[in-house]
């Protein structure tokens, strides 16, 4: 993998066009909160790996924290309108080497992970809170 600056990185993702910024943006914090969720506090060079659907469950739970009510028409304005999205973004960037897999990841453990149109009765259920699972 070739060093690139975040503004290399940043014209790679627009180029792609599929995702505003803000929902790359978004993916750091939505790994940090899985990877706590999985590994808690860990040591420099231990694994970071979570599967699709712990980062799909990540973004739902960051998302209606953030935004309550709001969290489907924030993540629809950046183009997320499903949990694939999720997986799409991550994939890509994979595929220019910001983040990394397992040789047992797939792209289709994003698929349908939660109704992301119930987002807004999550939100109700779970009371804004983060919840585990």
């Known amino acids: 993998m070739s060093v ?4 290399e990185i940043r014209a790679r993702l627009t180029a792609d ?3 505003h910024l803000a929902a790359y943006d978004f993916i750091h ?5 899985a990877v706590e969720r999985v ?6 060079g231990e ?4 599967t699709g659907q712990d980062l799909c469950h990540a973004m739902r739970d960051l998302a209606l924290r953030r935004w309550g ?4 028409a924030v993540l629809r304005s950046w183009g997320v309108r499903r949990t694939r999205d999720l997986g799409e973004m991550v994939y890509l960037l994979i595929s220019i080497g ?18 992301f149109d119930a987002l807004d ?5 779970a009371g804004g809170a983060e919840h585990e699972h």
């Open 69 to 72: 009510l709001m969290a489907r």
């Open 47 to 50: 694994s970071q790996h979570v």
């Open 98 to 115: 910001v983040m990394g897999r397992q040789p047992s990841d797939r792209i289709e453990d994003f698929d349908d992970v939660f109704d």
């Open 29 to 33: 914090e939505v790994l940090a909160l």
């Open 17 to 19: 066009g599929r995702y």
């Open 39 to 44: 590994h808690g506090s860990r040591k420099e």
């Open 4 to 7: 690139q600056t975040v503004d």
């Open 121 to 125: 009765r999550y939100e109700c259920l």
